[in-house]
Protein backbone atom coordinates (compact mmCIF):
# COMPACT_ATOMS: atom_id res chain seq x y z
CA UNK A 1 0.00 0.00 0.00
CA UNK A 2 0.49 3.75 -1.09
CA UNK A 3 1.88 6.20 1.84
CA UNK A 4 1.88 9.72 1.52
CA UNK A 5 3.24 12.85 3.97
CA UNK A 6 0.58 15.22 4.90
CA UNK A 7 2.27 18.63 5.59
CA UNK A 8 0.60 22.14 6.45
CA UNK A 9 1.94 24.75 8.86
CA UNK A 10 0.49 25.40 11.96
CA UNK A 11 1.25 27.75 14.37
CA UNK A 12 -0.57 26.11 17.60
CA UNK A 13 1.17 28.56 19.96
CA UNK A 14 -0.23 31.66 18.64
CA UNK A 15 -4.14 30.72 19.29
CA UNK A 16 -3.66 32.12 22.85
CA UNK A 17 -2.60 35.71 21.55
CA UNK A 18 -5.27 35.72 18.93
CA UNK A 19 -8.29 34.14 21.24
CA UNK A 20 -7.30 37.02 23.70
CA UNK A 21 -7.51 39.79 20.57
CA UNK A 22 -3.93 40.44 21.10
CA UNK A 23 -3.27 41.63 17.80
CA UNK A 24 -1.02 44.60 19.17
CA UNK A 25 1.76 41.99 20.04
CA UNK A 26 3.48 39.97 17.01
CA UNK A 27 2.83 35.82 17.38
CA UNK A 28 5.72 34.29 19.71
CA UNK A 29 6.61 31.94 17.18
CA UNK A 30 6.83 33.75 13.27
CA UNK A 31 4.89 32.10 10.58
CA UNK A 32 7.36 32.09 8.45
CA UNK A 33 9.17 29.84 10.49
CA UNK A 34 6.14 27.14 10.99
CA UNK A 35 5.81 27.39 7.06
CA UNK A 36 9.68 26.38 6.53
CA UNK A 37 9.38 23.77 9.27
CA UNK A 38 6.51 22.35 7.11
CA UNK A 39 8.46 22.83 4.07
CA UNK A 40 11.43 20.66 5.57
CA UNK A 41 9.00 17.90 6.34
CA UNK A 42 7.29 17.49 3.13
CA UNK A 43 11.59 17.27 1.94
CA UNK A 44 11.91 13.87 3.77
CA UNK A 45 9.43 12.47 2.14
CA UNK A 46 11.13 11.36 -1.01
CA UNK A 47 14.83 10.58 0.37
CA UNK A 48 12.84 8.30 2.99
CA UNK A 49 10.70 6.23 0.19
CA UNK A 50 7.29 8.10 0.91
CA UNK A 51 5.10 7.64 -2.15
CA UNK A 52 3.62 11.14 -1.95
CA UNK A 53 3.43 14.48 -0.95
CA UNK A 54 0.28 16.27 0.22
CA UNK A 55 -0.85 19.76 1.53
CA UNK A 56 -4.13 21.40 2.92
CA UNK A 57 -5.66 24.82 2.03
CA UNK A 58 -6.47 27.27 4.48
CA UNK A 59 -6.69 30.64 5.15
CA UNK A 60 -6.90 33.59 7.92
CA UNK A 61 -5.97 31.73 10.74
CA UNK A 62 -2.94 30.13 12.50
CA UNK A 63 -4.14 26.56 11.48
CA UNK A 64 -2.95 24.78 8.48
CA UNK A 65 -1.69 27.80 6.89
CA UNK A 66 -1.08 27.01 3.08
CA UNK A 67 -2.99 29.56 1.17
CA UNK A 68 -2.31 28.08 -2.23
CA UNK A 69 -1.45 24.12 -2.06
CA UNK A 70 -0.72 23.68 -6.01
CA UNK A 71 1.72 26.49 -5.29
CA UNK A 72 3.15 24.16 -2.62
CA UNK A 73 2.90 21.77 -4.66
CA UNK A 74 4.62 23.00 -7.76
CA UNK A 75 7.54 24.12 -5.41
CA UNK A 76 7.97 20.06 -4.28
CA UNK A 77 7.41 19.18 -8.26
CA UNK A 78 10.81 21.14 -8.99
CA UNK A 79 12.66 19.40 -5.56
CA UNK A 80 11.23 15.74 -6.39
CA UNK A 81 11.87 13.24 -9.41
CA UNK A 82 9.71 10.30 -8.46
CA UNK A 83 6.92 11.56 -5.38
CA UNK A 84 3.38 11.90 -6.51
CA UNK A 85 1.29 15.08 -5.09
CA UNK A 86 -2.05 15.56 -3.42
CA UNK A 87 -4.47 18.15 -1.92
CA UNK A 88 -6.38 17.33 1.11
CA UNK A 89 -8.01 19.51 -0.21
CA UNK A 90 -8.24 22.50 -2.01
CA UNK A 91 -11.25 24.00 -1.18
CA UNK A 92 -13.30 24.72 -4.28
CA UNK A 93 -15.59 27.51 -3.77
CA UNK A 94 -12.54 29.70 -2.99
CA UNK A 95 -11.17 28.97 -6.68
CA UNK A 96 -12.19 30.61 -9.85
CA UNK A 97 -12.97 27.41 -12.00
CA UNK A 98 -10.86 28.08 -14.90
CA UNK A 99 -8.13 29.72 -12.39
CA UNK A 100 -8.02 26.48 -10.39
CA UNK A 101 -8.08 24.23 -13.77
CA UNK A 102 -5.08 25.50 -15.52
CA UNK A 103 -3.00 25.60 -12.06
CA UNK A 104 -3.65 21.95 -11.99
CA UNK A 105 -3.13 21.80 -15.57
CA UNK A 106 0.18 23.80 -14.98
CA UNK A 107 1.31 21.36 -12.09
CA UNK A 108 0.65 18.17 -14.29
CA UNK A 109 3.08 19.88 -16.98
CA UNK A 110 6.05 20.72 -14.32
CA UNK A 111 5.92 17.49 -12.58
CA UNK A 112 5.32 15.41 -15.51
CA UNK A 113 2.23 14.16 -14.87
CA UNK A 114 2.63 13.42 -10.70
CA UNK A 115 -0.25 15.04 -10.04
CA UNK A 116 -2.12 11.83 -8.72
CA UNK A 117 -4.76 12.88 -5.96
CA UNK A 118 -6.58 15.88 -6.63
CA UNK A 119 -8.50 15.92 -3.11
CA UNK A 120 -11.61 18.59 -3.39
CA UNK A 121 -13.83 19.96 -0.71
CA UNK A 122 -16.94 22.51 -0.10
CA UNK A 123 -14.89 24.74 3.24
CA UNK A 124 -16.44 25.09 6.84
CA UNK A 125 -15.02 28.10 8.18
CA UNK A 126 -17.19 30.72 8.12
CA UNK A 127 -14.06 32.99 8.73
CA UNK A 128 -12.42 31.49 6.12
CA UNK A 129 -15.07 32.44 3.41
CA UNK A 130 -15.43 35.92 4.66
CA UNK A 131 -11.51 36.14 4.21
CA UNK A 132 -12.02 35.44 0.75
CA UNK A 133 -15.08 37.26 -0.13
CA UNK A 134 -17.21 34.60 -1.17
CA UNK A 135 -20.98 33.59 0.30
CA UNK A 136 -20.77 30.72 2.01
CA UNK A 137 -24.54 29.91 1.29
CA UNK A 138 -23.04 29.56 -2.12
CA UNK A 139 -20.89 27.09 -1.39
CA UNK A 140 -22.57 23.94 -3.02
CA UNK A 141 -23.46 25.75 -6.37
CA UNK A 142 -19.94 26.85 -6.61
CA UNK A 143 -18.49 23.27 -5.86
CA UNK A 144 -20.94 21.60 -8.28
CA UNK A 145 -20.54 24.33 -11.24
CA UNK A 146 -16.77 23.88 -10.55
CA UNK A 147 -16.76 20.01 -11.31
CA UNK A 148 -18.86 20.65 -13.90
CA UNK A 149 -16.54 23.17 -15.65
CA UNK A 150 -13.25 20.88 -14.67
CA UNK A 151 -14.71 17.74 -16.99
CA UNK A 152 -15.37 19.86 -19.58
CA UNK A 153 -11.83 21.87 -19.40
CA UNK A 154 -10.14 18.57 -18.87
CA UNK A 155 -11.66 16.86 -21.49
CA UNK A 156 -9.34 18.47 -24.46
CA UNK A 157 -12.45 19.71 -26.13
CA UNK A 158 -12.84 23.69 -26.50
CA UNK A 159 -15.84 24.61 -24.30
CA UNK A 160 -18.16 26.91 -22.64
CA UNK A 161 -20.51 27.11 -19.56
CA UNK A 162 -23.66 28.84 -18.71
CA UNK A 163 -24.53 28.48 -14.92
CA UNK A 164 -25.89 29.61 -12.12
CA UNK A 165 -23.08 31.10 -10.62
CA UNK A 166 -20.19 31.13 -13.43
CA UNK A 167 -20.57 31.67 -17.08
CA UNK A 168 -17.64 31.34 -19.69
CA UNK A 169 -17.80 31.94 -23.06
CA UNK A 170 -16.05 29.07 -25.32
CA UNK A 171 -12.25 28.15 -24.68
CA UNK A 172 -10.02 25.96 -24.52
CA UNK A 173 -7.46 25.09 -21.57
CA UNK A 174 -4.35 26.26 -21.83
CA UNK A 175 -1.46 25.64 -21.16
CA UNK A 176 -3.20 21.83 -22.27
CA UNK A 177 -2.47 18.89 -19.28
CA UNK A 178 -0.01 16.20 -19.76
CA UNK A 179 -2.30 13.91 -18.57
CA UNK A 180 -5.67 13.00 -20.27
CA UNK A 181 -7.49 11.55 -17.13
CA UNK A 182 -7.62 14.78 -14.72
CA UNK A 183 -10.95 14.41 -13.96
CA UNK A 184 -10.54 10.95 -12.81
CA UNK A 185 -8.10 12.18 -10.39
CA UNK A 186 -10.41 13.67 -8.20
CA UNK A 187 -11.48 12.80 -5.13
CA UNK A 188 -13.84 14.65 -2.95
CA UNK A 189 -14.33 14.91 0.78
CA UNK A 190 -17.41 15.74 2.47
CA UNK A 191 -18.75 15.75 5.98
CA UNK A 192 -22.74 15.71 5.62
CA UNK A 193 -24.54 12.75 4.18
CA UNK A 194 -26.35 15.26 1.36
CA UNK A 195 -23.05 15.76 0.03
CA UNK A 196 -21.74 12.22 0.28
CA UNK A 197 -24.59 11.09 -1.86
CA UNK A 198 -24.71 14.03 -4.54
CA UNK A 199 -20.91 13.58 -5.09
CA UNK A 200 -21.36 9.64 -5.01
CA UNK A 201 -23.76 9.88 -7.68
CA UNK A 202 -21.65 12.19 -9.16
CA UNK A 203 -18.82 9.02 -9.45
CA UNK A 204 -16.97 11.26 -7.12
CA UNK A 205 -14.54 9.05 -4.99
CA UNK A 206 -14.31 9.91 -1.17
CA UNK A 207 -11.34 11.56 0.21
CA UNK A 208 -11.75 10.83 4.65
CA UNK A 209 -9.42 13.76 5.98
CA UNK A 210 -9.07 12.43 9.46
CA UNK A 211 -12.88 13.59 9.71
CA UNK A 212 -14.79 10.70 11.55
CA UNK A 213 -14.32 7.78 13.49
CA UNK A 214 -12.75 4.84 11.25
CA UNK A 215 -16.19 2.68 11.41
CA UNK A 216 -17.91 5.26 10.17
CA UNK A 217 -15.86 6.04 7.67
CA UNK A 218 -15.98 2.15 6.59
CA UNK A 219 -19.76 2.60 6.57
CA UNK A 220 -19.77 5.54 4.42
CA UNK A 221 -17.88 3.20 1.94
CA UNK A 222 -20.57 1.10 1.91
CA UNK A 223 -22.96 3.74 1.05
CA UNK A 224 -20.74 5.41 -1.68
CA UNK A 225 -20.99 2.05 -3.34
CA UNK A 226 -24.37 1.68 -3.23
CA UNK A 227 -25.39 4.99 -4.60
CA UNK A 228 -22.74 4.34 -7.56
CA UNK A 229 -24.32 0.81 -8.23
CA UNK A 230 -27.42 2.68 -8.78
CA UNK A 231 -25.94 4.73 -10.57
CA UNK A 232 -24.29 2.05 -12.50
CA UNK A 233 -21.00 2.85 -11.84
CA UNK A 234 -18.30 -0.02 -9.88
CA UNK A 235 -17.38 0.33 -6.33
CA UNK A 236 -14.42 2.35 -5.17
CA UNK A 237 -11.85 2.36 -2.60
CA UNK A 238 -11.27 5.75 -0.63
CA UNK A 239 -8.14 7.29 0.45
CA UNK A 240 -7.43 8.47 4.22
CA UNK A 241 -5.79 10.67 5.82
CA UNK A 242 -4.34 9.94 9.31
CA UNK A 243 -2.41 11.40 12.27
CA UNK A 244 0.61 9.68 13.06
CA UNK A 245 3.33 9.78 16.16
CA UNK A 246 5.75 6.81 16.32
CA UNK A 247 8.08 6.06 19.11
CA UNK A 248 10.64 3.84 20.47
CA UNK A 249 8.89 2.68 23.07
CA UNK A 250 5.27 3.11 24.82
CA UNK A 251 6.46 5.64 27.56
CA UNK A 252 7.09 8.35 25.29
CA UNK A 253 2.85 8.51 24.13
CA UNK A 254 2.12 10.25 27.32
CA UNK A 255 3.23 13.12 25.93
CA UNK A 256 1.30 13.36 22.97
CA UNK A 257 -1.65 14.33 25.08
CA UNK A 258 -1.42 18.11 25.23
CA UNK A 259 -0.74 18.04 21.56
CA UNK A 260 -3.56 15.93 20.85
CA UNK A 261 -5.87 18.56 23.06
CA UNK A 262 -3.94 21.57 21.36
CA UNK A 263 -5.18 19.90 17.73
CA UNK A 264 -8.84 19.33 19.27
CA UNK A 265 -8.47 23.22 20.05
CA UNK A 266 -7.12 24.53 17.20
CA UNK A 267 -9.91 22.37 14.81
CA UNK A 268 -12.68 23.24 16.80
CA UNK A 269 -12.20 27.13 16.98
CA UNK A 270 -11.20 27.50 13.46
CA UNK A 271 -14.24 25.64 12.19
CA UNK A 272 -15.92 27.37 14.82
CA UNK A 273 -17.79 24.02 15.92
CA UNK A 274 -18.76 24.89 19.39
CA UNK A 275 -21.52 27.60 18.80
CA UNK A 276 -24.00 26.10 16.48
CA UNK A 277 -25.40 30.04 15.22
CA UNK A 278 -22.14 29.90 13.26
CA UNK A 279 -23.90 27.81 11.16
CA UNK A 280 -27.98 28.62 11.56
CA UNK A 281 -29.64 29.62 8.69
CA UNK A 282 -26.85 28.88 6.05
CA UNK A 283 -27.76 27.27 3.01
CA UNK A 284 -26.17 23.36 2.71
CA UNK A 285 -24.79 23.70 6.30
CA UNK A 286 -28.16 22.53 7.53
CA UNK A 287 -26.14 19.58 9.20
CA UNK A 288 -23.65 21.52 10.50
CA UNK A 289 -25.96 23.63 12.61
CA UNK A 290 -28.06 20.30 13.58
CA UNK A 291 -24.94 18.88 15.02
CA UNK A 292 -25.35 16.14 12.49
CA UNK A 293 -22.31 16.70 10.19
CA UNK A 294 -18.78 14.38 11.10
CA UNK A 295 -16.96 17.50 10.61
CA UNK A 296 -13.50 16.40 11.63
CA UNK A 297 -12.89 13.66 13.67
CA UNK A 298 -13.52 15.88 16.23
CA UNK A 299 -16.80 15.75 18.54
CA UNK A 300 -17.67 19.34 18.09
CA UNK A 301 -20.49 19.38 20.49
CA UNK A 302 -17.93 17.99 23.38
CA UNK A 303 -15.05 19.72 22.89
CA UNK A 304 -16.76 22.81 22.63
CA UNK A 305 -16.19 23.19 26.46
CA UNK A 306 -13.39 20.83 27.05
CA UNK A 307 -11.15 21.55 29.88
CA UNK A 308 -7.22 20.88 29.29
CA UNK A 309 -6.73 17.25 30.43
CA UNK A 310 -10.31 16.24 29.29
CA UNK A 311 -10.95 12.76 27.32
CA UNK A 312 -9.61 14.02 23.69
CA UNK A 313 -11.72 14.62 20.82
CA UNK A 314 -10.04 13.30 17.83
CA UNK A 315 -11.53 9.53 17.74
CA UNK A 316 -8.57 7.57 18.35
CA UNK A 317 -9.36 5.29 15.28
CA UNK A 318 -7.41 8.14 13.26
CA UNK A 319 -4.50 8.38 15.61
CA UNK A 320 -1.60 6.47 14.84
CA UNK A 321 0.50 6.96 18.28
CA UNK A 322 2.50 4.54 19.88
CA UNK A 323 5.45 2.25 18.33
CA UNK A 324 6.27 0.89 14.79
CA UNK A 325 4.53 -2.12 15.90
CA UNK A 326 0.97 -0.45 17.42
CA UNK A 327 1.46 2.09 14.83
CA UNK A 328 1.66 -0.72 12.23
CA UNK A 329 -1.59 -2.23 13.55
CA UNK A 330 -3.74 0.47 14.20
CA UNK A 331 -3.12 1.16 10.18
CA UNK A 332 -3.34 -2.46 9.04
CA UNK A 333 -6.91 -2.20 11.45
CA UNK A 334 -7.83 1.00 9.77
CA UNK A 335 -7.34 -0.61 6.42
CA UNK A 336 -9.72 -3.65 7.12
CA UNK A 337 -12.29 -1.46 8.79
CA UNK A 338 -12.73 1.36 6.04
CA UNK A 339 -10.64 -0.66 2.62
CA UNK A 340 -8.64 2.67 1.98
CA UNK A 341 -6.37 1.90 -1.04
CA UNK A 342 -3.82 4.64 -0.15
CA UNK A 343 -3.21 6.22 3.11
CA UNK A 344 -1.74 9.92 4.18
CA UNK A 345 -0.03 10.11 7.47
CA UNK A 346 0.13 13.77 9.09
CA UNK A 347 2.75 13.22 11.70
CA UNK A 348 2.54 17.02 13.22
CA UNK A 349 -0.64 18.20 14.84
CA UNK A 350 -1.15 20.82 17.76
CA UNK A 351 1.38 22.13 19.70
CA UNK A 352 4.08 19.15 18.99
CA UNK A 353 7.41 20.43 18.12
CA UNK A 354 8.38 19.82 14.55
CA UNK A 355 11.69 18.50 15.58
CA UNK A 356 9.66 16.02 17.64
CA UNK A 357 7.26 15.33 14.06
CA UNK A 358 10.95 14.83 12.24
CA UNK A 359 12.33 11.67 14.34
CA UNK A 360 8.75 10.07 14.40
CA UNK A 361 8.74 10.46 10.57
CA UNK A 362 12.69 8.74 10.66
CA UNK A 363 11.43 6.04 12.73
CA UNK A 364 8.17 5.76 10.31
CA UNK A 365 9.97 5.17 7.65
CA UNK A 366 12.69 3.18 8.75
CA UNK A 367 10.47 0.25 10.81
CA UNK A 368 6.83 0.87 9.80
CA UNK A 369 7.23 1.82 5.93
CA UNK A 370 9.02 -1.50 4.35
CA UNK A 371 5.96 -3.22 5.92
CA UNK A 372 3.24 -1.01 5.21
CA UNK A 373 4.66 -1.17 1.41
CA UNK A 374 4.31 -5.10 1.65
CA UNK A 375 0.76 -4.94 3.01
CA UNK A 376 -2.13 -5.24 0.63
CA UNK A 377 -5.27 -2.90 0.63
CA UNK A 378 -8.59 -4.79 -0.65
CA UNK A 379 -11.39 -3.99 -0.96
CA UNK A 380 -13.61 -5.90 1.79
CA UNK A 381 -16.95 -7.31 1.37
CA UNK A 382 -18.11 -4.65 4.18
CA UNK A 383 -17.79 -1.77 1.83
CA UNK A 384 -19.20 -3.16 -1.38
CA UNK A 385 -23.12 -2.20 -1.86
CA UNK A 386 -25.56 -3.10 0.52
CA UNK A 387 -27.63 -5.28 -1.98
CA UNK A 388 -24.31 -7.27 -3.16
CA UNK A 389 -24.51 -10.82 -3.36
CA UNK A 390 -20.76 -11.33 -1.15
Known amino acids: MK ?8 NSHDWERVLAGDFASPPVTPDYKCVQAALALGDLAEPLGFDGIWFPEHHGTPYGMTPNPIQALTYFAGRTERVSLGTFVAVVPWWN ?15 NGRYTTIGLGRG ?47 MSLRPEPISADLFDRIYSSSSTAESLEILSRRGMVPL ?10 GEEVRKVNTFRAEEGLGPCQPKNVMF ?23 VNVHYGFADASNFQGVKGYEAYAAREASA ?3 LASEVGNQKKGGPPGYHASNLLIGTPQTVF ?33 RLFAEEVLPAVHEMDAPLHPAALPEKANV
Open 329 to 361: DKLKAAQEACSFCEVTIVPQFGTMPYEKAFDSV
Open 3 to 10: VNLGTGAQ
Open 296 to 298: TAL
Open 124 to 170: VSKAEFAAVGVPREESRDRFNETLDILKLAFSGERFSYDGKIFSFPE
Open 208 to 217: FVGNKPISDA
Open 97 to 111: PIRLATQIAYLDIVS
Open 244 to 266: MYCVGSEDEVAQTEEWIWTANRD
